[in-house]
């Protein structure tokens, strides 16, 4: 007979990479938000799903059951394969611990293949997840990566992650870049999905002595930063970078890729055009359109984001005006530079790959 398992203990075979979860909602359930690394098998189709609901709110719960059963059975041979090719320990979960996992654990169990089962099923762990980011208690200091648009920040805390430092990109997480050409090539997440994926990456850095992140806005894009993490940002400590305006165009070009985006990015500039001088927006439009993206991202530096940039630097107040700037004119010098201002922070912290970042997620 399979077991219920709790969220505490699933986090535990999680931090031990000693479990597959398994999400049997449906396909559409699944995209929409699940447990980091879970993969799905679905126990109704999305198509299947609205049926039975539509049965169960029209007829009747028996008449719903019976339906789903039929459903079930055509297919069971194969959905049961599926589980016996998973080797090791296996938990499944759907929406609150009900039916579909249920009746999964139930069935494989019959068929000699022992699942737990989450109890409380998604809902259970989203509420685990909403109340630890609450109520967390993060210790490590904070280092701040901020620079003007296109300085390289995402790209150069990357390839600080890749070196072995603490890095948590809240971009990536987001799934959006957070300015209004953000999305452009992304799929951006919602705030489920992003709270999920956050909660994984504070709790694996728990345990450091700081963290690196790049300088965001409450919002980005869909989503938005939980409290404590706006607040250890405010009083982190502020590396600021500095780089050439064609270096910042380059960097842009490669990220954003507009020659396959032209569609989107002329859409999203729409949404700002009437923030920008006529004779400027105008230009920047007819660059857009005729794919002079260079010239476009340009005007976009020098007449709507740099004096953005330089509006909203003012609220971090004195001490960041007086932050003396990193300058680079690649971004392996930046890189490089970043490294060695880290080392003067925090001199007496072993970093780089020699970092060991906790991958507990209990």
Same mark, same amino acid.
């Given at each position: 007979?399979?077991?219920?398992?709790?969220?505490?203990?699933?986090?535990?075979?999680?931090?031990?990479?000693?479990?597959?979860?398994?999400?049997?909602?449906?396909?559409?359930?699944?995209?929409?938000?699940?447990?980091?690394?879970?993969?799905?098998?679905?126990?109704?189709?999305?198509?299947?799903?609205?049926?039975?609901?539509?049965?169960?709110?029209?007829?009747?719960?028996?008449?719903?059951?019976?339906?789903?059963?039929?459903?079930?059975?055509?297919?069971?041979?194969?959905?049961?394969?599926?589980?016996?090719?998973?080797?090791?320990?296996?938990?499944?979960?759907?929406?609150?611990?009900?039916?579909?996992?249920?009746? =999964?654990?139930?069935? /494989?169990? %019959?068929?000699? $293949?022992?699942? !737990? &089962?989450?109890?409380?099923?998604?809902?259970?762990?989203?509420?685990?997840?909403?109340?630890?980011?609450?109520?967390?208690?993060?210790?490590?200091?904070?280092?701040?990566?901020?620079?003007?648009?296109?300085?390289?920040?995402?790209?150069?805390?990357?390839?600080?992650?890749?070196?072995?430092?603490?890095?948590?990109?809240?971009?990536?997480?987001?799934?959006?870049?957070?300015?209004?050409?953000?999305?452009?090539?992304?799929?951006?997440?919602?705030?489920? =999905?992003?709270?999920? /994926?956050? %909660?994984?990456? $504070?709790?694996? !850095? &728990?345990?450091?002595?700081?963290?690196?992140?790049?300088?965001?806005?409450?919002?980005?894009?869909?989503?938005?930063?939980?409290?404590?993490?706006?607040?250890?940002?405010?009083?982190?400590?502020?590396?600021?970078?500095?780089?050439?305006?064609?270096?910042?165009?380059?960097?842009?070009?490669?990220?954003?890729?507009?020659?396959?985006?032209?569609?989107?990015?002329?859409?999203?500039?729409?949404?700002?055009?009437?923030?920008?001088?006529?004779?400027?927006?105008?230009?920047?439009?007819?660059? %857009?359109?005729?794919?002079?993206?260079? &010239?476009?991202?340009?005007?976009?530096?020098?007449?709507?984001?740099?004096?953005?940039?330089?509006?909203?630097?003012?609220?971090?107040?004195?001490?960041?005006?007086?932050?003396?700037?990193?300058?680079?004119?690649?971004?392996?010098?930046?890189?490089?530079?970043?490294?060695?201002?880290?080392?003067?922070?925090?001199?007496?912290?072993?970093?780089?790959?020699?970092?060991?970042?906790?991958?507990?997620?209990?």
């Amino acid at each position: 007979m399979f077991q219920d398992i709790s969220i505490e203990r699933l986090n535990e075979l999680r931090s031990k990479n000693d479990v597959t979860v398994i999400d049997v909602r449906s396909p559409s359930e699944y995209r929409d938000s699940t447990i980091p690394g879970s993969i799905n098998i679905p126990f109704f189709t999305d198509e299947e799903r609205a049926e039975i609901g539509t049965l169960y709110k029209q007829v009747n719960m028996q008449t719903a059951k019976e339906r789903g059963l039929e459903i079930m059975s055509a297919k069971l041979p194969a959905f049961v394969k599926r589980f016996a090719e998973i080797p090791g320990n296996k938990v499944v979960f759907c929406w609150r611990g009900g039916m579909r996992s249920r009746t =999964t654990a139930t069935v /494989l169990s %019959l068929m000699g $293949i022992h699942v !737990y &089962r989450l109890d409380g099923g998604y809902r259970a762990f989203r509420k685990w997840t909403v109340e630890t980011l609450e109520n967390m208690e993060f210790t490590p200091q904070v280092y701040v990566l901020h620079g003007n648009t296109g300085t390289g920040k995402t790209e150069i805390l990357k390839r600080l992650k890749e070196k072995g430092y603490p890095v948590i990109d809240l971009e990536g997480l987001a799934g959006h870049r957070g300015s209004i050409f953000g999305e452009i090539g992304l799929k951006s997440n919602n705030q489920k =999905t992003f709270d999920s /994926l956050l %909660l994984e990456e $504070i709790l694996r !850095y &728990r345990e450091e002595p700081y963290i690196l992140i790049e300088a965001e806005s409450k919002r980005i894009g869909k989503v938005i930063l939980p409290e404590f993490l706006i607040r250890k940002k405010e009083q982190g400590s502020h590396i600021m970078l500095e780089a050439p305006k064609a270096l910042r165009v380059t960097n842009i070009l490669k990220d954003y890729q507009p020659e396959e985006h032209a569609e989107q990015s002329l859409h999203a500039f729409h949404q700002i055009k009437s923030r920008i001088h006529t004779p400027v927006a105008q230009e920047i439009e007819e660059s %857009l359109q005729t794919q002079q993206f260079g &010239r476009a991202v340009e005007l976009l530096l020098v007449y709507y984001y740099d004096p953005r940039y330089a509006h909203t630097s003012i609220n971090y107040g004195d001490e960041f005006a007086k932050t003396h700037p990193i300058q680079f004119e690649t971004l392996d010098e930046a890189v490089e530079r970043v490294e060695m201002r880290i080392k003067e922070l925090v001199p007496e912290v072993s970093i780089g790959s020699e970092s060991k970042a906790q991958t507990s997620i209990g």
